[in-house]
């Protein structure tokens, strides 16, 4: 029936808003119903407004009520809020003329245009227009997008104001000053931990203009701690793990270029994927982890042989993005055997061309949070 199906809607809805830390009670739930049954169900402005007046009782929770609506019923990622505070790359009070500060005075006779900051233009610029010095003062910007991570709930329960467990071992100790009378109750929930991250970067002939970039944010991401793994591939696939867990970044990129053997070769990209899938997706690696593929998706080999793999891949890792550089372009079309073999089995399709790219990918992870709905 309809009605039991919007009714198991709305309770299974209230249980996303519990774990969310919103108080929601079954008779809240109860005036939900009742007052969908005087609404059009099929205006999300009066479904929204009617379950946000019946569920939410306090003015801190409307924030989490909004991403848990957008997340349940419109199948909207919405981001969480990040561990770590990330730096804001944008100085829009510097000047062309010299790079300095809007304070700074002019010299006699000399006019300056004010405009957006250095970083700022170095933000729009394509990776491979840049020159060696411009990409060395992109490097430290890569590195704070790559500083980010997507949250998972944990198993692990921790002691928690609003929980929803008794923490009966918590209860038992106070009780001992009360005579054995639990006068204060103590409860847990599940904590946010990180989630594992799978990272491929195509490092072929096609891809050189970019890869070192890349890499960078790869390298970003490797250093934000442990359940990230790195792998390189051309003609054949390489991982870089321990090659980019150094803090340097340079000698990172060096280390790896040394470990690649195919690196600015040939590409390969669905045998690359089945010898990961062969090796490591036995191992659980993909298991309820987020991969992020970085190539132009130029195929050498059959393109039936990329949509098998990818199809594999799906199967088990929590989310796919595939990062293209080319998407950058506006005329863009995924016209290559690749890349339209692939496609399918990608959950978000997203540029990877300059540094505004690399924001807008981190906005993507951090913003995980179901399956398959990067």
Not at 54 to 72: K, Q, Y
Not at 149 to 168: F, K, T
Not at 255 to 281: C, H
Request: with cysteine.
């Amino acid at each position: 029936m309809p009605g039991d199906a919007v009714v198991k809607h709305v309770v299974t809805f209230g249980r996303v808003l519990r774990e969310a830390g919103i108080e929601v009670g079954p008779q809240r739930v109860q005036d939900a119903l009742t007052g969908l049954d005087a609404v059009e169900l099929a205006r999300r402005e009066d479904v929204y407004w009617t379950l946000r007046q019946t569920l939410v009782s306090r003015l801190e929770d409307l924030e989490p009520f909004d991403r848990a609506f957008s997340a349940w019923f419109e199948r909207a990622p919405t981001r969480r809020a990040a561990p770590r505070t990330r730096a804001e790359t944008i100085r829009p009070v510097a000047s062309f003329a010299g790079g300095g500060t809007a304070d700074a005075e002019p010299a006699d006779g000399q006019q300056t245009a004010r405009g957006w900051s250095y970083e700022e233009l170095l933000r729009q610029r394509d990776f491979a227009s840049l020159t060696p010095d411009e990409l060395a003062h992109v490097r430290k910007l890569i590195a704070r997008a790559g500083d980010c991570r997507p949250l998972r709930r944990s198993r692990r329960l921790r002691a928690h104001r609003r929980g929803h467990e008794l923490d009966l071992r918590r209860l038992v100790r106070a009780s001992l000053a009360t005579g054995g009378d639990a006068a204060e109750r103590s409860f847990r929930r599940r904590t946010l931990v990180p989630r594992k991250v799978v990272l491929l970067c195509d490092v072929s002939g096609s891809m050189e203009a970019y890869a070192r970039a890349l890499l960078l944010f790869v390298h970003a991401v490797v250093g934000t701690g442990r359940g990230v793994e790195a792998f390189a591939f051309g003609t054949r696939l390489t991982r870089l793990t321990p090659e980019l867990a150094t803090r340097d970044p340079e000698r990172a990129l060096a280390d790896a270029a040394k470990r690649v053997l195919d690196w600015t070769g040939g590409t390969r990209i669905g045998e690359s994927l089945k010898a990961f899938n062969d090796e490591w997706g036995r191992r659980a690696l993909t298991r309820g982890a987020v991969v992020v593929i970085a190539s132009d998706g130029w195929e050498r080999d059959d393109a039936a042989l990329l949509g098998s793999e990818m199809a594999r891949l799906a199967r088990s890792a929590y989310a796919v993005v595939w990062v293209n550089p080319l998407k950058g372009n506006p005329a863009y079309q995924p016209l290559a055997g690749g890349m339209r073999a692939a496609l399918p089995f990608v959950d978000r399709f997203l540029p990877g061309h300059n540094l505004a790219s690399l924001d807008a990918l981190a906005e993507v992870l951090t913003g995980i949070e179901r399956r398959h709905a990067a």
